[in-house]
């Protein structure tokens, strides 16, 4: 109770400062732009260490409806920005003040619409995750819903992964379908809108019956724009020989680029398959697996020849002294 009340004091306090600042007479900071400018510089060059006030300036900078400044805070409070710890409650009531418009973003600017769009859905993914508010799936999905009406295309796709689970209330394969579809023809480059198009079409959800064959098409559109699951998913499909044949060489090559995109699963699935390939499944020294999946990481990195080549040259020297050595 204490904790909802202290949300509902800093809601207040974050909307009202402005309307308290102007019945002081505090005047608008003359250079409002400028102010913010500095604040992003500074986080975004990574030569600058020293970060002590820039929260304060971007605080400034949203308390007068600067739409950008209350997007880049919501990332500091997120910790996505260096030198910066997490702040989840104050990153709520910031996204529930622009997305309910108890804090008046600043109408002339062009990014106006945007940022209050996007604060709509990181509010949906707040309350979907418990962060920096309580967590309630009803929530999330009204924000969802919100933000994915007013046009922005991923949450037409994470509002499609609510409406996939049949269990719940708001449960709706076939509209999550749906939305998939539309938003995979209207925009194709809208992130994982392939990867959940293709678990669709694979499991049969809101389908009469599973389409593999469909899915590896949808997976390959993923590659193409980069989906690291969706690729995930078309390497398992070449590893399975699963509405292609098996090519255990070609699901080798896409675990390898979704590992380069950062996705863990295709990391593990990479050194799996690379020690099955490569005879190291059993009976193998435990030394060896590490050298040999080093090797395999490096190999996925976003590195020139040569640079591959050195990180991974200790590995594959220890390895072969290993070899020798049986």
């Given at each position: 109770?204490r904790?909802?009340l202290?949300?509902?004091?800093?809601?207040?306090?974050?909307?009202?400062?402005?309307l308290?600042?102007?019945?002081?007479?505090?005047?608008?900071?003359?250079?409002?732009?400028?102010?913010y400018?500095?604040a992003?510089f500074i986080l975004?060059?990574s030569?600058i260490?020293?970060v002590?006030?820039?929260?304060?300036?971007?605080e400034?900078?949203s308390q007068?409806?600067?739409?950008?400044?209350c997007?880049?805070?919501?990332?500091?409070?997120?910790?996505?920005?260096?030198?910066?710890s997490?702040?989840?409650?104050?990153a709520a009531?910031?996204?529930?003040?622009v997305?309910?418009?108890r804090l008046?973003?600043d109408?002339h600017?062009?990014?106006?619409?945007?940022?209050?769009?996007e604060?709509?859905?990181?509010?949906?993914l707040?309350?979907?995750?418990?962060f920096?508010?309580q967590?309630?799936?009803k929530?999330a999905?009204?924000w969802?819903?919100?933000?994915?009406n007013?046009?922005v295309?991923?949450?037409r796709?994470?509002?499609?992964?609510?409406?996939?689970?049949?269990?719940?209330?708001w449960?709706?394969?076939?509209?999550?379908?749906q939305?998939?579809?539309?938003?995979?023809k209207q925009?194709?480059?809208?992130?994982?809108?392939?990867?959940y198009l293709g678990h669709?079409?694979?499991?049969g959800?809101g389908?009469?019956?599973?389409?593999?064959?469909?899915?590896?098409?949808?997976?390959?559109?993923?590659e193409?724009v980069?989906?690291d699951r969706?690729?995930?998913?078309?390497?398992?499909m070449?590893?399975g020989g699963i509405?292609?044949?098996?090519?255990?060489?070609?699901?080798l090559?896409?675990?390898k680029?979704a590992?380069?995109?950062?996705n863990?699963?295709a990391?593990?699935?990479?050194?799996?398959?690379?020690?099955?390939?490569?005879?190291?499944?059993?009976g193998?020294?435990?030394?060896?697996?590490?050298?040999?999946?080093?090797?395999q990481?490096?190999?996925?990195l976003?590195?020139?020849?040569?640079?591959?080549?050195?990180?991974a040259a200790?590995?594959?020297?220890?390895?072969?002294?290993?070899r020798?050595?049986?």
């Amino acid at each position: 109770m204490r904790s909802k009340l202290t949300s509902l004091c800093t809601l207040l306090l974050l909307c009202l400062q402005p309307l308290c600042a102007q019945s002081r007479g505090d005047a608008r900071p003359r250079d409002l732009e400028g102010m913010y400018t500095r604040a992003a510089f500074i986080l975004d060059d990574s030569s600058i260490t020293n970060v002590y006030g820039v929260t304060a300036m971007l605080e400034t900078c949203s308390q007068w409806g600067h739409p950008l400044a209350c997007e880049l805070l919501l990332d500091v409070y997120e910790g996505r920005r260096k030198g910066l710890s997490p702040q989840p409650q104050k990153a709520a009531v910031l996204a529930a003040a622009v997305a309910d418009e108890r804090l008046k973003l600043d109408t002339h600017h062009p990014e106006a619409a945007r940022v209050q769009r996007e604060c709509m859905f990181r509010l949906a993914l707040y309350h979907e995750k418990g962060f920096g508010c309580q967590r309630s799936e009803k929530e999330a999905v009204r924000w969802m819903l919100r933000a994915a009406n007013a046009g922005v295309g991923k949450a037409r796709v994470e509002l499609a992964r609510y409406l996939m689970d049949k269990k719940k209330a708001w449960g709706d394969p076939a509209k999550a379908l749906q939305l998939l579809r539309q938003q995979a023809k209207q925009e194709p480059r809208t992130p994982h809108v392939f990867f959940y198009l293709g678990h669709m079409y694979m499991t049969g959800l809101g389908l009469p019956k599973p389409m593999p064959q469909l899915a590896f098409e949808c997976y390959e559109l993923g590659e193409k724009v980069k989906d690291d699951r969706a690729i995930n998913n078309l390497a398992a499909m070449y590893e399975g020989g699963i509405a292609t044949s098996r090519d255990l060489s070609k699901a080798l090559q896409l675990y390898k680029k979704a590992a380069a995109l950062g996705n863990k699963d295709a990391s593990a699935n990479l050194q799996r398959l690379a020690y099955i390939k490569a005879g190291l499944e059993t009976g193998t020294p435990q030394q060896l697996r590490i050298d040999h999946a080093a090797m395999q990481i490096i190999e996925s990195l976003p590195l020139s020849p040569r640079a591959r080549r050195w990180f991974a040259a200790p590995f594959r020297a220890h390895a072969a002294k290993i070899r020798n050595s049986l």
